[in-house]
C-alpha cells in the first residue's frame, strides 16, 4: 500500500512558477509509474503528466506541454511537477497518482494523493 501526499500549491500570478512535490511511503516507489492530474470545479479530471517507472520516459497533456516538467527521484521517494508560465486555466486542485502501468487514464492509477490547490490570479 502506497501512501502519497502533495505539497507546493498555491497562488501565484499568472506567468508564474510553482513546483508540487509529491512524497510516496508504504511501497517500493520504483515500482510504480507516476502520474499527475488535476480537477478545476465543475469539470473531469483531466490528465497532466506521467513518468515511467525509472524516470527515462515522460509524457504530457496537450494543455501543458512545453510548461510543465514531471521528474522523480526514486532514492527519496519523491515525485515532482515543475508549472512554468502557469494560466488562469491551470487553476485546479492536483493530484498525484501511482500506477503499476504507465497509462494516461485515471481509472488505472491505485494510489492517489489528497491533492493540492493551485490558484493562478490574472
Known amino acids: 500500500q502506497v501512501q502519497l501526499v502533495e505539497s507546493g500549491g498555491g497562488l501565484v500570478q499568472a506567468g508564474g512558477s510553482l513546483r508540487l512535490s509529491c512524497a510516496a511511503s508504504?511501497?517500493?516507489?520504483?515500482?510504480?509509474?507516476m502520474g499527475w492530474f488535476r480537477q478545476a470545479p465543475g469539470k473531469e479530471r483531466e490528465f497532466v503528466a506521467h513518468?515511467?517507472?525509472?524516470?527515462?520516459?515522460?509524457y504530457y497533456g496537450d494543455s501543458v506541454k512545453g510548461r510543465f516538467t514531471i521528474s522523480r527521484d526514486n532514492a527519496e521517494n519523491m515525485a515532482y511537477l515543475q508549472m512554468n508560465s502557469l494560466k488562469p486555466e491551470d487553476t485546479a486542485v492536483y493530484y498525484c497518482a501511482a500506477s503499476p502501468g504507465i497509462t494516461t487514464w485515471s481509472s488505472s492509477y491505485n494510489y492517489w494523493g489528497q491533492g493540492t490547490q493551485v490558484t493562478v490570479s490574472s
Open positions: 513518468i515511467t517507472r525509472s524516470g527515462g520516459s515522460t
Open positions: 508504504g511501497g517500493t516507489f520504483s515500482r510504480y509509474a
